[in-house]
C-alpha cells in the first residue's frame, strides 16, 4: 500500500513538472519575454504557484533545448540565438520541412490539402487587411501542417525541438510587420502548394526548400542589426 502512494505521489509530482515546464516554454516562445530578458526564479515561482525547487529544474531543462541561458549567481535569461546558430538551424529546417513537403506529396487525398488550401485563402485576406497577428498565425498553421502531413512521426518529433530552438515565433512576427515580405511569403507558400496538388515530391521538396531558404537569408541579415528579423 504504501508503495502505491509513493507512485502516485511521484506521478503527480511528474505531471505537474511537465505541465510548469510547458508553461515555461510557451512563456519564453510567446515573445512576452524578449531575448536577453531575465526570468527571475522568485518571481515565476509565484506566479505559478509553485516551489521555487521545480521552477528551478524547469529552467535547467530549458536551458538544455537551448531557450534560456543560466548565468551562475546572476540569474536566467531569455537566450539571445548566435547569428551562426540561426544560420545553422534554418538549415535544417530547410531539410526537414523540404523532405516533409515530399512526403506529402506522395500521399493520396488526404485532409492536411484542404487546410493548406484555406490557409492560402486566409493568408491573403490578412494581407489585404495588414493583420500581421494573424498572418503570423498562419505562417504557424502552414508549416506544420505541410511537417505533420508528412505521416512520419520522428520527422515531427524532431522538428518540434528545432522549431523551440529557433524561437520561430518570435521571428515570423517581427518578419510580417513588413508588408512586401508577407506578399513575397504568400507566394512562396502558394508554389509549395500547387507542387501538391500535383502531387510532385520533387517540385514540392524545392518549392519548400527555396521558401525556408529565402527566409533564412533575410532572418540571418537582421542579426546583423541586433536580432532576427525574418521567417
Known sequence: MQEVIQLRKAAQTSVSQVSLLDKLRKLVLSGEYPPGA??????????????????????????????????????TFVRIPTRREIVELFQLKESLEGLAASLLARRGPVPEMDILKRNIEESERAERNSDSAKYAELVHEFHWTIVRGSDNSKLVEHYGRLMNQLAYHRIVLKTVERPARMRASIREHQSVIDALLEKDPVGAELAMRGHVNASSLAAARGTDAGAPTDA
Do not use: H
Not at 526570468?39 to 536551458?63: N, W
Not at 534560456?68 to 540569474?75: A, F, Q, S, T
Open 38 to 75: 531575465p526570468l527571475p526564479e522568485l518571481f515565476l515561482a509565484e506566479e505559478f504557484d509553485v516551489s521555487r525547487t521545480p521552477v528551478r529544474e524547469a529552467l535547467k531543462q530549458l536551458e538544455n533545448e537551448g531557450l534560456v541561458e543560466i548565468r551562475p549567481k546572476v540569474g
